[in-house]
């Protein structure tokens, strides 16, 4: 398989490539700036929002790791996944967009998302809130083979790769033990067992430390 990973300088980014790579399939690694990526075959430098539909056909899979956190950029969450959703329309291509666990539903009637509840940390509201419009977008979307992936609430960059994971839907899933995290390794991991033998074509999943 061919697989390129969008923004693939982050952490996300930087995990989903290696993981990848270790899987024995090619991945070509986009970035903004130049930068050295373990695990990529090829590096293109090139900005998100100037991608073209030449850049990205001839992938099985693209996988959008980009990552906004400031007031001003946060709108590029929607703006970038859609810019990639209208490159990738009506093809056989695979997006695969790095999510955010905030917008995932506390009850069974799917009403009420994460970051509405009153202990959710003020501080995370207006990046969960991009990310919920994102999703809002892509389900409008019937003519990509989208897959939205919501890591837990605690997503840990540093923390270990365990091989293992829950895979989870719609709503907030906590493990055994009561807590919902997961590594970036764990959750590149989830990722490529997607693009791998995954079937949630226009669906939101979500995944979290067995």
Known sequence: MKIAVVAAAGK???KIVAEVAARGFEVTAFVRREAEIDGAKKIVVKDILALEKNDLENFDAVVDAFGAWTPETLPLHTTTSQHLCDILSGSDVRLLIVGGAGSLYVDK???IQL??????????VPTAQAQADELDE???????KWTFVS?????QADGARTGKYILAGEEFTLNAAGESV?????????V?????????IQQRISVVKA
């Open 12 to 14: 996300a980014g930087r």
């Open 109 to 111: 009637e799917h009403t």
């Open 115 to 124: 970051f509405k509840t009153p202990d959710f940390p003020a501080a995370y």
């Open 138 to 144: 892509l389900r409008k979307r019937d003519d990509v």
């Open 151 to 155: 890591p837990a609430a605690d997503f």
């Open 182 to 190: 997961i590594s970036y390794a764990d959750f590149a991991l989830a």
């Open 192 to 200: 490529v067992d997607e693009i791998a033998g995954g079937n949630h």
